[in-house]
């Protein structure tokens, strides 16, 4: 029975998947950062094991050396967090949390379990985002968090090649988890962070972005659509180094791809209506 430690399990993306590995007879240790949530998976599913785990506490990362077992065939490092602003405004402290979370977070991790996959000869997935890229405006710190996800993961799956550990990207796109859902808070919240003047220089800018999350909304995807994609990405005999999660992330992806640079920042800038 394959065993995988799932980071950020307590809701949206990471609960999804810690529910389907479970449900294919994988064994879950699932990490949360409340303990009402890991009772909550456990309830659902008597393959998974709630983990307290916050990435950023070095305690809780160092502890997963005694509570996960000697083997460990799979680690999904999906725990993350978006801030929203423009680059100019966001405070240094706020930048520092977004990598705090979703870049040093997850290396803290991965290198706490290296040597329990490596002895699985396993794999390490990485949830990225469409975000990791094609860079979305208003969106810096969280776009670049994602950037530098994505450049780990090419580095590590060179390096862990002798060993023959696999280490896969899966890119989400818009995703229906608490995130979106609550999304016009979360912009309500940052608008009223910044001062007078970047509020005013950037009035465009968020006026954009609203629409845009409008428009994306309807669209966004079921967090099964990701854990599915992250399921293949574990069952594959030969993985891709990188998933798109679902059809409009992998337009998205695409897109970003074909279209020149200057192209894809007039796009970006005509959809966030201050072209």
């Known amino acids: 029975m394959p065993t995988a430690l799932v980071t950020g399990a307590g809701r949206g993306i990471g609960e999804a998947v810690a529910l389907r590995l479970a449900a294919s007879g994988w064994t879950v240790f699932a ?24 990435v950023t506490e070095s305690r809780q990362v160092e502890a997963l050396l005694d509570r996960l077992p000697h083997r460990l065939d799979a680690v999904v490092n999906n725990a993350g967090i978006g801030v929203l602003g423009p680059v100019e405004a966001i405070s240094i402290e706020d930048f520092r949390r977004q990598f705090e979370v979703n870049v040093f977070g997850q290396v803290a991790v991965t290198q706490a ?12 997935v990485f949830i990225s985002s469409t975000g990791g890229r094609t860079a979305v405006t208003m969106e810096g710190a969280y776009c670049s968090s994602k950037f530098a996800i994505e450049g780990l993961a090419d580095v590590l799956r060179v390096e862990l090649r002798p060993w023959e550990i696999d280490v896969v990207v899966v890119e989400p796109g818009p995703t229906d988890t608490t995130a979106w859902r609550t999304i016009d808070g979360a912009l309500d919240d940052m608008e009223a962070k910044l001062s007078p003047h970047h509020r005013e220089l950037y009035a465009a800018h968020l006026a954009g972005m609203r629409k845009l999350v409008g428009v994306l909304r309807p669209r966004t995807v079921s967090p099964d659509v990701v854990a599915r994609t992250v399921e293949r990405a574990l069952t594959a005999p030969r993985p891709r180094a990188r998933y798109a999660a679902g059809v409009q992330a992998a337009a998205m992806v695409a897109m970003g791809q074909v279209l020149p640079t200057r192209a894809w920042d007039a796009l970006a800038a005509r959809l966030g209506g201050w072209k």
């Open 31 to 54: 990490g949360v950062r409340a303990a009402a949530e890991g009772e909550r998976l456990a309830a659902r599913n008597t393959l998974i094991t709630p983990v307290e785990l916050d």
């Open 113 to 124: 379990v290296l040597p329990k996959i490596r002895e699985a000869a396993g794999r390490i």
